[in-house]
């Protein structure tokens, strides 16, 4: 059984359907910079850290040894030091079609442009939504007629292929 270490931020919805989905790997930490994540209102939760410090998350991931690190809505800059001690380990789920719409908000924005909607799965690297693709699935923005329904297909999306992209990883 493969060992997954997942980062999260304020929803935690991604996080918390790994928790459910689990088949040949398992969530032996989850991380988060949100004290107030919705995600930490579920009290059967494994263990969590709730850091804001590299260096203290850094070592934890040292000592506990992860297969597979899974950034799911964590949105803060992953340092170089837990990037390289990793290398090959880490990935990334992107609300766009990468490589545009790198950063903050790339879901809204692509929406609003109109192009590069979806979602990106690729393996994290130092240099900011880069790395090689594992997976991609776009969605047709027009289809939609505000962002808040876009988003609602996008959530769907994000939680039917980010476990299936961790199974296949960890077989």
């Known amino acids: 059984m493969r060992k997954v270490v997942v980062f999260f931020g304020k929803g ?12 040949n790997y398992k969530i032996i930490l989850g991380i ?20 804001n410090n590299h260096n203290e998350i850094l070592n934890k991931l040292k000592q506990i ?19 390289e001690e990793f290398k090959g380990k880490i990935i990334n789920l992107h609300p766009s079609i990468l490589p545009n719409f790198k950063g903050l908000n790339a ?3 692509s929406f609003e442009a109109k192009k590069s ?8 690297d130092v240099e900011l939504d880069s790395g090689d693709i594992i997976l ?4 047709n923005p027009n ?19 980010l476990p299936a992209v961790i199974e296949m990883l960890c077989d």
């Open 12 to 23: 935690g919805s991604n996080f918390l359907n790994l928790l459910k989905n689990q088949t």
């Open 32 to 51: 988060t910079n949100r004290s107030d994540s919705d995600a930490l209102k579920n009290k059967k939760l494994l263990p969590i850290l709730i850091s």
């Open 65 to 83: 040894k992860p297969d597979l690190i899974v950034l799911a809505g964590y949105l803060k800059i992953i340092p170089k030091e837990i990037i």
């Open 107 to 109: 879901d809204k924005i």
């Open 117 to 124: 909607c979806g979602i990106t799965i690729h393996y994290a």
């Open 136 to 139: 991609q699935y776009h969605i």
């Open 143 to 161: 289809r939609f007629s505000s962002f808040e329904e876009y988003h609602k297909e996008l959530k769907k999306a994000e939680h039917k292929f």
